[in-house]
């Protein structure tokens, strides 16, 4: 089974420290996304990554950057957290190919920022 | 850009029973994919069923059917005989072939009671 794991399930900061979320997946997956879900909303695309050291800007990439060294590891970085980002952030992996796209996800991890 | 409708308000749905979960999605392009994912308090977002645009039959996975109706542009959620696990959030998804992102409706809410 494909796993994807998050660093933390709840996590609370205060306005303007630096968030490091962290996620890993164990299946050599080529691709791995960070979505935020906020009620209403649904989910929204924050960054993704389809290499080690590749990313791309997803729709709502602004106060995020991330990084990506290892295949299995993808991290998004709050460089100064500020209350709107505030949400659950899901982290998601899938293989490369041309059709199937089936994205696994973590936990999530539900961020406060006081 | 895809996009995704999910419109139904929150849903009771009676044990054993069968629910129909609506999804409309309007793209112009033909090659894309079709998800629906299961999110139940917990957080994590599931995977339960795929419909590609060229596949010739409805997609089913054990108790999960889509029902898809390409010129109305529609992917519908079936679930049969419910079961009080089934409480969750529904998400329909869409992906053009190739392009790894993932499009998200604002999901659907089910309680399933006893």
């Known amino acids: 089974d494909v796993k994807v794991t998050q660093s933390s399930r709840y996590l609370v900061k205060r306005t303007g420290e630096k968030v490091f979320l962290e996620c890993v997946q164990d299946?050599?997956?080529?691709?791995m996304f960070w979505y935020r879900q906020d009620p209403g909303l649904g989910l929204r695309l924050i960054y993704f990554?389809?290499?080690?050291?590749?990313?791309e800007k997803g729709d709502i990439p602004e106060g995020y950057s991330v990084s990506r060294e290892k295949k299995e590891r993808f991290s998004l970085i709050l460089e100064s957290a500020s209350t709107n980002q505030t949400s659950m952030y899901l982290c998601?992996?899938?293989?490369?190919?041309?059709?199937?796209?089936?994205?696994?996800f973590g936990p999530g991890t539900r961020l406060t920022v006081l | 850009a895809q996009k995704i409708t999910q419109t139904q308000p929150g849903m009771f749905v009676q044990e054993k029973e069968a629910v129909t979960l609506d999804c409309t999605y309007d793209?112009?392009?033909?090659?894309?994919?079709l998800f629906w994912y299961k999110q139940p308090s917990s957080g994590e977002m599931i995977f339960l069923i795929y419909?590609?645009?060229?596949?010739?039959q409805n997609a089913t996975e054990g108790r999960y059917s889509l029902n898809f109706q390409k010129a109305r542009k529609s992917a519908n959620l079936v679930i049969s005989a419910s079961q009080l696990g089934d409480s969750a959030m529904y998400f329909c998804?869409?992906?053009?072939?190739?392009?790894?992102?993932?499009?998200f409706g604002k999901g659907n809410q089910v309680v399933v009671i006893p």
């Open positions: 998804a869409m992906t053009l072939y190739g392009n790894n992102r993932l499009a």
């Open positions: 419909q590609g645009s060229y596949d010739q």
């Open positions: 998601a992996s899938s293989p490369a190919g041309p059709n199937t796209d089936t994205q696994y």
């Open positions: 990554s389809y290499d080690v050291k590749m990313k």
């Open positions: 299946m050599d997956h080529e691709n």
């Open positions: 793209t112009s392009d033909p090659s894309y994919g």
